[in-house]
């Protein structure tokens, strides 16, 4: 596909700021070049509507907004800021953006609330959510997980989350909306609708893929990635955000306890990998009859070597509905399981001192605790290293885990001279 | 006569997996070549557009082998 | 060599075959000599220098595929480098070629040095030689690569991931190569291209390693062109397909 539009719909001698800006990108997915010096750009105010055949490249245009994809060619920017290019670089956004991918990207074991209040803390502000929770049907579901939602609840909390980091301030924002309608009854649509009749006039800026009729109303610009018209939308009432400012820290990492505390996906994969281990050592080995201290020790670290191979549980958690993608375009740290890693490594190095070193050695356990981390955090490495892949369930990552057995057979046998 | 055993079994592994390999290799060959011929066959297709994914390549591979 | 470059023409791609064919045979012929030679012309070694010194004739394959294993790494590199950087599709041809080459005689050599090592050193494998694991490594990333390709479809997302892991990999290449000199823990060290401390080889083992290491050379080259081909056949194919089926 082949466009080039510079301009927006904003005339006059203020030009509005620019949010977002492709230039000259080209990107391939599969066999096919599917979009070819392509270039956009969105202005503060501007809905800009891509509305193509099937297959024409519209979610890709968003993708490549949020950071997804990698370029053959071009650079993406953000508030002025080069936030993607070719070359490979790829640095934060200087502005939260919203993001609805068109799978959901949503984690099934948070609540709808918590997911809603985490969008909020990536914008830096806190939010009474119950007044849009309302307009969208969902007030009444907010404490509940999102795995327990319907198809059509799901999509109306994914749209919300996109919707969400303008509706927090009053400073222009980017929203990038893939197929918001599809799924939504008739009033959240209606929200919809109305949401980015709104957020438009505050000065907001919006791409949205979509064929609906309703949402095509609301374009200021409708594109079908070859050519552009101009329309004249129905006039709104500007969004006035009540938001008050909330800064938090290290929220990838609380985030990553957060899904792990309400999943205990940790201590069902990680734990339960390193008990094993344990238990079968301690069926088979009786440590009273072995005197090399290096095989001892070996089976100490055994465990949380173990533990460590079977991978961040995190990461495990958000492969659901493409979760991880829709994280990876927000942060540039996804949520991760430090905590839980660190207290599985430290637990069982310990539980295996005293069974198999008759008390606890804390040399030991720390080099066990960090083994556990590491391991788990070059598994996770891997792992994320295939996510592009077309099918990355496929792939037999597992062989090439071995080679994380000669450095920690060194360690071992630097432990067992402490 | 114990060096002997492991000797042979090395050699025989070894043997094993050059035949093995070279025979999927030729047999892979053999098939395809086949499949293509008779496919071209009934569509009459040129065989000049051999890389449709990346076609620049070619000039690349090209100027790399003639310079 | 200038008959190779023109890519997509028919006739170009059938001489590439016999050229590939002659050098598998020629390949072939100097791999089994070699192992003639190794047998009935190379002296044996001294009884108190190897614990198992009827098992050390294991070497004059060993070490020749160990040495074709590294040159495929290298054309493994190549082309990974050629395809991610430059977005060479003769690149991803290596890439493929490299990387079938590399796990075969990656296995040989691994299968062989085990052998080795139970009749030598008492048991197959030690966690903690250094050569003998990156070695074992880069093989299993040969294994993981061809495993992984056949399990994807092709595309850009296909050949860009492999194509890192090819990169990242061959960083495994230089460690092994150096890893005896580094830390000789119970691999041998270096025998041929020992440097001042000097080879321990007599002439004759030298020259037959030397024969077996030219003929696997051209026998793994002549793979490679094939396996080169049948990639090219393959892309042709389902090219072909495509327009059968009306896409692109």
Redesign the interface.
Known sequence: MNGRFDGSSQSGDIMAESLLRLEDIEVRRGKGVVLSQFNLEVHAGDVLVLHGENGSGKSTVIETCARLLSLENGRVFHHGKRVLDSEGRRTSPPEAFGLTLQKNGLVGDETVENHLKTVCFLSEKSFDLTEILASYGLDHRRHDRIAQLSGGQMRKVAVLAGLLPALLTNEPRLILLDEPATGLDEKALESLVNHIGQLSTAGHGFIVASHNSKILECATRIHNLKTEKSNVPNTHEPWKSTATQHSTSLLSARVGFRYLTSTQAAIARNGLTALLVLGTLMGFVDPSSIENRSLLVGFVLAAPFAAGLAGDPVLYIMREGRAVDWWRAQVQRLPSSDVHSLTIGFVFTAIGCIVFLDGVDWRITALGTLMHWVTMNCVRFIELSTLRLVRPNAVFLRLLLPILILPWALVTDFAAGL | MEGSYYLTTAYLGMIAGLAIWTWTVVTRSRSIELRLAAVESTVGVEASDADSLAPQSINIANQDATD | ??T???????GV?YMR?RVAEVL?GAG?FG?MAT?FLGFHWAPSVSINAFE????Q??FY??VP?AWAAFIAFGVLFVGSA?WFF???????RLHVAGT?AGL?CG??TV??GC??G??EWGTPWD??D?RL??F??LT??A??LV??RQ???????????FS??GLYGFVLVPLTYMATRIWQIRHPGPVVAAGDSGGSLESSMALVLMIGALSFTLFIVG?ML??M??T?????????????DGG?
């Open positions: 060599m200038s190779q470059v023109q890519e997509g023409e028919e791609i075959g598998l072939f791999i192992l198992s010194p009827a098992a004739r294991i394959w060993h595929s050629l430059k977005r060479s599709a003769f690149g991803w079938e075969a296995l040989m299968w062989s052998v080795w139970a009749a966690w903690t250094v694991n990156t074992g490594l299993l990333l294994l993981f495993l992984g399990s994807q479809p092709d595309g850009v997302e296909t050949r860009d991931t890192t892991f793979h094939i396996s081909r049948i090219q056949l393959e892309q042709r194919l389902e090219q072909v397909q495509n327009s059968l692109i």
